[in-house]
């Protein structure tokens, strides 16, 4: 993907934005980044390839997600599948604009728990936590991880 992008900022921010993730992976599963595959995954809700992990050799792979806003990027890692959200408050003022900008955080981050939208419909339904994380002033962040199987009461 990177070779597509056009020389310039988008091609630069993919390649910080990549390179933290192998950084993170790489210490979590306790290997040099060059060592990590991120690959699509097997879904544990659905059994379809469309999670997204980070694997090496004689591990256990890892699920992973991030999203990115201005300047801002969050990164989730799990052993379940996770999804991470950011959101930029609105610099008005405006005495909703908090909470909306947590919405919207909350929102992204689950949808990206089911990556992709794979296993949304009838009969996916899992626990989860949603926690709201520190981040710089005038972000909001959030992260999304199942802690249940598919068919459990959510």
Not at 51 to 75: I, K, M, N, Q
């Amino acid at each position: 993907m990177y070779d597509g992008l056009e020389p310039g900022a988008a091609r630069r921010r993919f390649a910080v934005v990549r390179g933290g993730l192998r950084l993170l992976a790489a210490a979590r599963l306790g290997c040099p980044p060059g060592r990590i595959a991120v690959l699509d995954g097997t879904c544990p809700l659905c059994a379809r390839l469309h999670d997204s992990v980070a694997a090496a050799e004689a591990a256990e792979p890892v699920h992973f997600s991030w999203d990115r806003c201005g300047d801002l990027v969050v990164y989730a890692l799990s052993g379940t599948t996770v999804g991470a959200g950011a959101a930029l408050l609105a610099e008005d003022g405006a005495p909703d604009a908090a909470p909306a900008a947590r919405r919207t955080a909350r929102r992204t981050a689950g949808g990206r728990a089911v990556m992709r939208g794979g296993c949304v419909g009838p009969g996916i339904i899992v626990d989860r936590t949603v926690d709201m994380v520190a981040v710089p002033h005038g972000y909001t962040a959030a992260v999304v991880r199942h802690t249940g199987a598919a068919g459990q009461p959510a």
